[in-house]
């Protein structure tokens, strides 16, 4: 079908090839991103660039306190998720008490930052993708270079450090809120009080669990800005090329998210 | 350049750097974009305190010219001096330095459109001055007042018409007061009666700050009333550089095509036509 059309496997091979070259090349231009975003942060005030305090803040309100209902709503779900799942698991075993134990690890370690970070990749990833390639076509960001603004120090510095700081602490608030749901129907399934839970809860976690997790998160955080931007300033050809970039920096941000989980995953548990 | 000087002379430190010599001079430019050699061996000089115009078709080459007066892109070879310096060769810092000296009206005004029509116009200010709020407002006002669009501060863009939105654009082109003002296709898309009057605005700029402007048009009408001298790009080769007279009695076949808004001269050569058509299949 497609393979043949376009001149068998040579044709394929030469796809894939274009492919790997042109994800190497993005892969190269995210870590130069990364690097200039840092550097902007500490010599600003030398070059005369200071990165703005309130567009951090912008930003930080943009990614992290619109998104504190929705995360609230979803880790709820999850924790009370967990709780049903967990429950029901244990009760073959007659182990049900035993399911706080499971609630505490998976929210802290492993469900809370991965909820979070596709939230915000969804929400905040799309976002910068979709408004760094409209100020591309709209030559917005020629504007700025030419007004002698480096465009990397206005917009990829602020909102690489608003998300930096919002998704852990939104996955903070995430582990609190879904420990909290699976509680709450542990409490009514099992007849537990909420003390009771809480405190098994603080047993069963240790702080390192808790610092993984939001470890994690930082980590995905970074991974979601620079995803964005290295979309929205490859986008060609228009609004639909925006539309496109945003859809592609929502796949890639969150796959990212969920191969980057599982290689910690991995490496952790050796 | 022939009123413009006469008019106004500009500054002694304006031409510092070449002591009456060009403001932006080009020499031997070449550009590729991959395979493709966009602009050809161009070599322009642009004096002070005249409008030059860089006229041609669509595709000729003309915003990747500009592009590379703003330092925008960078030349495969050749060489882009503004006011004295070659653009692709200044560090970050000389080369902000020297962009407070230079205003853009982008096409499509390129305003930001998350900031209001003052704050956009401010911006320069903002991030190269210590001035204080009130003296920025101030001095936007003024340049407000100068491009007619006085009172539409606390707009934003999308409120603006597209005319509106070119004088918005001229505006926060000239906050700095630069020595040199680029505009890319100024009156383009606009209705005839609000694009002369951006080209009167334009006449108005010169006379009143004795700016230097290179305009990018593809428009005849504006392009003749507003050029000191016309630069006419054609395929990324310069066919000519003259006044308006100069290039209307140029006999160049391709200025004159231009010129009478014939299409391009496909037909006069066949097998390159069919050769085009077939895609190379014989
Ligand atoms: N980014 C680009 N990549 C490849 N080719 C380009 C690019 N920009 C412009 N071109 C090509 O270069 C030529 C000149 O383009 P341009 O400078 O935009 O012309 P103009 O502004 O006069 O219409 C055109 O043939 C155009 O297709
Ligand atoms: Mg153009």
């Given at each position: 079908m497609a393979i043949s059309r376009d001149g068998g496997v040579t044709g394929l091979l030469d796809r894939i090839g274009r492919a790997a070259v042109t994800g190497i090349g993005e892969v190269g231009y995210a870590a130069t991103l990364l690097g200039e975003g840092v550097m902007w942060l500490v010599v600003g005030h030398a070059r005369r660039q200071p990165v703005r305090i309130h567009q951090v803040f912008q930003q930080a309100m943009e990614i992290g306190v619109l998104a504190v209902p929705i995360v609230t709503v979803l880790a709820m779900t999850i924790g009370v998720m967990l709780a049903i799942q967990g429950i029901h698991t244990l009760r073959t075993f007659g182990a049900?008490?035993?399911?706080t134990l499971g609630i505490a690890l998976s929210v802290t370690r492993e469900f809370a930052p991965l909820i979070t970070g596709i939230l915000v990749a969804g929400r905040s990833g799309s976002a910068l993708a979709a408004r760094i390639g409209t100020m591309r076509i709209t030559q917005e960001i020629d504007a700025l270079r030419v007004i002698g603004i480096a465009p990397v120090r206005f917009l990829v510095t602020p909102a690489l450090l608003a998300m930096l700081v919002m998704v852990p602490v939104l996955t903070f608030w995430a582990d609190c809120v879904a420990l909290l749901g699976g509680g709450l129907f542990v409490s009514i399934d099992l007849g537990m009080s909420l003390g009771a839970y809480f405190d098994q809860v603080l047993d069963a976690i240790a702080l390192d669990d808790v610092l993984h997790g939001l470890g994690k998160s930082a980590i995905f955080a970074v991974l979601i800005a620079l995803i964005g931007v290295v979309n929205g300033a490859s986008v060609t050809g228009g609004a639909e090329g925006v539309g496109r970039a945003t859809t592609r920096a929502v796949v890639q941000a969150i796959s990212a998210i969920v191969i980057t989980d599982m290689i910690f995953v991995f490496l952790l548990t050796r | 350049m022939s009123q413009a000087t006469s008019q106004i002379l500009p500054d002694a430190?304006?031409?510092?750097?070449g002591a009456g010599g060009p403001v932006i001079e080009v020499s031997h430019l070449n550009t590729h974009y991959g395979d493709r050699h966009?602009?050809?061996d161009l070599n322009l000089g642009i004096q002070p305190g005249e409008i030059m115009v860089i006229m041609g078709g669509s595709g000729s080459g003309k915003s990747t010219l500009l592009n590379h007066l703003l330092g925008l892109l960078h030349p495969t070879s050749g060489t882009v001096r503004i006011l004295g310096r070659d653009i692709s060769k200044l560090s970050q810092v000389e080369l902000t330095k020297l962009r407070c000296k230079m205003g853009v009206a982008f096409q499509g005004g390129?305003?930001?459109?998350?900031?209001?029509v003052g704050e956009n116009i401010m911006l320069p200010l903002r991030e190269h001055t210590k001035l204080d709020e009130q003296t920025m407002r101030i001095m936007a006002r003024m340049k407000m007042e100068v491009v007619n669009?006085?009172?539409?501060?606390?707009?934003?863009?999308?409120?603006?018409s597209g005319g509106m939105v070119k004088r918005a654009a001229f505006a926060r082109a000239i906050i700095m007061d630069p020595k040199i003002l680029f505009c890319d296709e100024?009156?383009?898309?606009?209705d005839p009666v609000v694009a002369s009057a951006i080209d009167q605005l334009i006449l108005n700029l010169r006379d009143a700050f004795g700016m230097t402007i290179v305009v990018v048009t593809h428009e005849l009408e504006s392009a003749f009333t507003i050029a000191d001298r016309i630069c006419v790009l054609d395929q990324g080769e310069i066919r000519i550089v003259g006044t308006p007279e100069e290039v209307r009695a140029s006999e160049d076949a391709r200025v004159q095509d231009l010129l009478n808004r014939r299409?391009?001269?496909?037909?006069?050569?066949p097998d390159a036509y069919l050769q085009r058509l077939t895609g190379g299949i014989h």
């Open positions: 049900e008490s035993r399911v | 430190d304006e031409t510092a750097a966009v602009l050809k390129a305003l930001f459109s998350s900031m209001t669009l006085a009172g539409f501060e606390d707009l934003m863009p999308a409120e603006l100024p009156s383009a898309g606009l299409p391009e001269g496909q037909e006069q050569d």
